[in-house]
């Protein structure tokens, strides 16, 4: 009986190994099942660099990895080493390619594994072919082609292909073994007029599709893929629904590259957002979090926050929640400690971070998400409802009097208190600000001033064939006078209105290129605009 790995590689009772299929590549589409044994794996065996985007995102840092190129060739060897390293560990998972059983070595391994007195299970994952039909919008079935072909590419594919109309056909393998295949098909009689679809990379930002013909198509892939890269080919009558069901490239952001000045944990999700939309997101934080230089402030604001001396807290950042949070923890104090206290958050993510440390916000603002939107919500003090009247501002040593100077004119007593210090971050890899100064970003999405200020400061000045998009007038205007020529300007003051206005702006970019007969291309691929 194979144990059950959710319940903690301690109370596993033999040594398991477990082969899972890592599916076609984007860590989202790994199976729940998949995510949970990653979790829980005393050690990782994968093919690196293939599945490092799956093993960053489910893996925890300290779990052991290992290269799947140090078990050896033979598929035997393979799972003898396998089941040795599950002696050594208990429950070793193995990431195999796709579904973990087509065209693969999985099922040897196991056996081999099954030979050393060792169990195993076979996980499968999400399978070439259907990844191809999804994310290519090309299905290989249809009401009239009612069989498949699973061929594995290379010179003798002419044998195993059908010439009956209602077959539909999935090729994989290497550029140069896609090519063989091709040949053996025109050398069997196949019209070179048949078309075929030719992608890479699936279910990826990187995805790449062409449409072709039998006899065009190796001219096709020695122009877009390089030598050794893995393509699936598709051909059969589903193939002509691709144009009407291509719905994963023609993204509004596909394939894009944007820059994200902000902090890692502020990033994380402005990355996530682009990616639902296709583009990649790059994060470059330009301010790091420090301790206030005399802490004495902030250590009396706490203890008056447990002593009841204060009615409402308001939190301007992620940042403020995540310094009171720290202060709260140095002290020994939790959540609790703000029980009778009326919390507010500036915008979305600032609330968010407070429903994670386990407090719902009192007042969040129905408009702008901003201080001056924090204000126009937040009632005016009345003594006989609202006997304390003090209101705690934990925030930067650097932040807008704005929100200071409403609550005051509402009658309350503000007190304004540095939590944490923002400086500016250390400058990014040498080849991040390689890339921002020659324009291979096609964005960047600025967030305040001081992004503007620190990202120039560390890294240089985007080209003017970066689109340069910014959340409000304050931070446009800091870009401009740094010389940069803003495209974007969010229409309200938060991150989902910014990636909005980026979005809005390359949709009428591509229209206008389509309109003028060019072929639609992104800011990094224009020519350079000085």
Known sequence: MVPDAEAG?????????????????????????GTKLLQKAALIVSDEPRHAAIVDEF??????????EELGQAATTRGRKLAGLAREHGMVVRIVPHDGVLFSTTTDEAAAVRRQGVDFEIVPGVGVAATATAFTGAPVTTNRVRSVRFVEAGEQSHVDVSKHRNTGHVLTGAREDIESALGSLLGDGWDEATPVLLSSDLSTIAQQTIESTFGAAVERLRETFDEGTQVTMLFGQGIAQHAELDWFETRPLFGWSVLIPRTKEQGSHTA???????ATGTIVPTIAI?????????????????NGDYQWVGLTSVNAVRAVREWFDDLGLDAR?????RVAAVGGPTAHALEDWGVTPDLVPSGEHSARGLVEDWPDRDPLVDPVGRVLLPRADIATEVLVEGLTAGGWDVHDVTAYRTVRAAPPPAPIRESIKAGDFD?????????????VGIAGKPPASTVVACIGPATA????????????????ANMGSL???????????????????????????RPRRR
């Not at 400690?337 to 206290?341: F, I, N």
């Open 499 to 525: 990636i909005a206005g980026l979005v809005d702006h390359a949709v009428h970019r591509r229209s206008e290129d389509l309109a003028a007969g060019r072929a639609p291309l992104r800011p990094s691929q």
């Open 272 to 278: 996530r957002a682009l990616a639902e939309l296709g």
């Open 9 to 33: 590689q301690g109370a596993l009772a033999v040594p398991t190994v477990y082969f899972l299929g890592a599916g076609p590549g984007d860590p989202a589409l790994v199976t729940y099942r």
């Open 477 to 492: 205007q800091t870009a401009e006078d740094h010389g940069l020529a803003v495209d974007v300007l969010a229409a309200e």
């Open 59 to 68: 893996v925890p840092e300290a779990t052991p990895r290992m290269n799947a």
């Open 337 to 341: 400690a703000l029980a009778g206290v």
């Open 290 to 306: 420090q301790p206030p230089r005399t802490p004495t402030q902030m250590e009396r604001a706490i203890q008056g926050l447990v």
């Open 443 to 455: 964005a960047v999405l600025f967030t305040s001033s001081s992004t503007v200020r620190n990202l």
